[in-house]
């Protein structure tokens, strides 16, 4: 609601401060509805310009003409109050509902703005107290973001009572000059008030106006200044960026800002909010109001006088939203560590001072320096760690019903990490390795935050909690995980002690509370299975042993039932990937064997047995517990013998490495206690000797830092294939030789083991094979007809297939070399259609001599190129094109012919697609849904515990 007033001067006591002529004044009183409209009416009436008319706009509710000697009317809009102001009206001083103006503040503000000829000034706000500072005018950052510059509870001690320029004022009382308020099209008012009030100031200066504040004029405002919704603040300032910034701010501000709020959505989470609708809802609304965004951007850009250097002028360094971010996340984690103090100065020298901060610190460079190389290498391509795909709405769209394109492709739905990856890659813009490092770097960090806040379930103190993190994420069970290059089993150490804190803390009483404890579970459980399938299993065994290590503890059974409803939840949102496949298969693919250092089994088995006899009573349950989680782990781990495969030994290890981890923190925190007795503190003192020589066995990953994951192969091995401009896009790579120098999963025939990749380097999407399909037999079938010598044209046997490279991996090059590599490369080192190629790499590579060699070819002999999940080239029309992936009907466009072996289909368009299940598809938008329903009871649970 806004008032709006022409004033003229009278005779008064203040008449030294007025300018020599008369000046006209429009009062626009905004009345939001936030209350108070009564006490400014009073206000504005007692002002030395005694308002002659007043508008409200809005419905004007508690308005009494009797508290006003000035009549008012009610306008619907600004724009209608400023298109009625005619060319004998001067000013525009516009007064928030609650603000209660000194009676001198008009005056003020009008000598002041004829004195600095501001075309923009606002007033001094202080609290109610009129002692506390609320605003003095404000400056930005460059995304728009208003900073006021004042301490939480800051006293007016005049320190700032001089008239200066600013970037804006709050708007809560402001002085515009009519003529440029006109020119510049009014106030924006589909913007937030205060927004509104930066933007004005924004395009005011870049018509040459000033933009000031005056200290002479102050207003007494006792709510804080904040705008609502969150969103449409957030909305409003992007506008004013799109409306004011050039174009070459612009192209950097809007997508920093676009990765900054998308930061700030997933910090908020750890503290207990959710911006993540916040921060959709500003973006898909500047997406609904580009068009008429443009054109005010095209009346204020047109019309400058100024530059973008002269906003600079009036913006901080760095980033307020970050800076906050900060400051919350520092105070939200003092709060989670011991003591009740309040942030202060005092509070934080004593928390430096403690061990717990010095051994975090050291944690979160142990995790900077462990993950460096991924920052600019990203992930190695070495075994089931392959570098994410380059597009993720593509890999999305696989996820959800598309093709699988490992092999010879499938139409086989892709496992859920490949719908992480997809994630990480769009809100990191599809940066080349941004996504990669953030999940590598912040799994070890999530896993060493996790383990502190499990242990602090049993009152375990800091410092103990993080020395038991930091080996249950770097220390030798999680090392093992990286010699098997599991990634996702990697990255699910970092949930697991989340999942099982979900389900062992206490739990408030209240409908929402549990039914949002029972949300975050499905959350997170679904995110550990996401990560790794098997992992989704464990918890339920893990609780299911502590239950009864303590069976008279409700809390364990309650925690067993959570994790139950978790485990049920989380397999639903693995969907479409979970319907269609075995999670017993899974568990027997390949050979449990875990290799433990001797130096490492004998430290580790000190530290348990001192942490079961060296901790009381309370501890030593949970010693216990810990300690046979250890030895499960370690014997499931060694379980080759029983059927069970390598996944099965990393989850083990998780296991393992999670029990290690506990009995650590037991002994740590035994050994600092003071109540701990002499013969304890001697047992413990001796464990904590193989918790030492378990710390330097953790901090090797720091040599290689990349998380402990080998150093990459596969992508030094096929770097030749990029010699040829536009070849590895077009044409595969044939591998051949040990199982386990070749990327993902591989297939076996009578001399060894072979797998089909992409060029120039496999993806993650490439790492799991599926059952072979038609395509795969008739491959294996060429395989053994090259292999028994009855051909001696490998090259044009494997053109079909649209491999035009043959890489033998592993030593071949001389007699003692491996026995796989050497019979590959005897196979087909006499063939008389491919040629060695000597100067690739230490591999033996052979090239095909034949004449054309394409995944995707026409009939006319023309290549296409594989980009993304499609294929692309030269439109052909009336010519056919031949894909070399397994036959599937969904291919297109066609008409089409799906033989035994091949998909053939028409080449007028130029692209060849695949269409997507829509069931599958159907399930994963499902899942979607699914997932933000459960945020928000999650949210809601919080908010009422």
Known sequence: MIAVVPVRLQNAPHMSLMPTREATVVVALIADGSGGISDTLRAVDGQVYVPSRLCIVGTGEGANPRLSNIPFEFSASVASVVAGLDASVDYLWVVREGAIPASDALGALISDASRVGAGVIGSKIVGSDKESLVSIGLVTDAFDVPYTGLDGDERDQGQYDVVREVAAVSGISMLVRRDLLVGLGGIDETMTPSAAALDLGQRARLRGAVVAITPASQVVYSDEIEDRPRWRAEASRIRSMIKSYGVITLAWALPVDFITGFIEVIVSVFFGKWYGFDWVRSWVWNLIKLPGTLAARRHTRSQRVGTDADLFRFQRKGSVKISTMAVTSVAGMRRRLPGDDRVTLDSIGRDVRQPAFAVGVMAIIFVLLSARNLWSDGLPAIGYTLPFPSSGWDVLSAYAGGWNPAGLGSPEPLRPLLAIAGIAKIVTLHAATLGEYLLAAGSLLVGIWGMTRLLRTWSIPATPALLGGIVYVAGPTSQGISGNTHLGSLLALSLLPWALRICLASVRDGFFVVLGRLAAAVLIFGLLGAFSPLMLLLPIPLIAIYALVRFSDPAAWRGLIIALVGTAGGFLL???????????????????????????????????????????????????????????????????????????????????????????????????????????????????????????????????????????????????????????????????????????????????????????????????????????????????????????????????????????????????????????????????????????????????????????????????????????????????????????????????????FANEMAADLGTATYQVDGDRRAQAIAVAAAIVILVGLVLVGRRRA
């Open 574 to 900: 693995l969907s479409p990937w979970i319907w269609s496949v075995g999670l017993l298969g899974i568990a027997r693919a390949g050979y449990a064997y875990w290799n433990l250092s001797p130096i490492v089994g004998v430290a580790a088995a000190v530290v348990v047995v001192a942490a079961i006899i060296g901790a009381n009573r309370q501890l030593g349950v949970v010693a216990g517990w810990g300690a046979t989680l250890a030895g499960g782990g370690f014997v499931l781990s060694r379980s080759g013998s029983f059927g069970w495969g390598t996944e099965t030994e990393s989850v083990a290890l998780a296991m393992a490495g999670l029990g290690l981890g506990i009995v650590i923190a037991v002994v740590a925190a035994t050994v600092g206690s003071p109540a701990t007795v002499s013969w304890r503190r001697f047992v413990a003192g001796v464990g904590s000797v193989g918790v030492v020589v378990l710390l330097v066995a953790a901090s090797v990953i720091v040599l290689g830092g990349r998380i402990g994951l080998p150093g990459d192969t596969v992508r030094s091995d096929l770097v030749f294939t990029q010699a040829e401009d536009g070849a590895a896009e077009r044409a595969r790579v044939l591998m051949v030789g040990p199982a386990e120098l070749l990327p993902g999963d591989s297939r076996l025939i009578k001399n060894g083991a072979y797998r089909v990749v992409s060029a120039p380097v496999p993806d993650l999407g490439e790492a799991r094979l599926e059952g072979p399909l038609p395509f795969d037999d008739h491959l294996a079938a060429k395989l053994n007809l090259i292999t028994s010598g009855e051909t001696r044209r490998a090259g044009g046997e494997l053109a079909e297939f649209g491999i035009r490279w043959i890489v033998v991996v592993g030593d071949s090059s001389s007699p003692n070399g491996d026995e796989a590599a050497l019979a590959w490369r005897d196979v087909f080192a006499g063939q008389l259609d491919l040629l060695p190629l000597n100067a690739a790499t230490t591999n033996a590579v052979f090239v095909s001599d034949v004449r054309p060699v394409g995944r995707a070819l026409t009939s006319g002999g023309d290549s296409w190129t594989r980009i993304g999940w499609t294929y692309q080239g030269e439109p052909a029309p009336g010519r056919r094109v031949f894909l070399a992936e397994n036959p599937d009907a969904s291919w297109g466009p066609g008409p089409r012919i799906t033989t035994e």
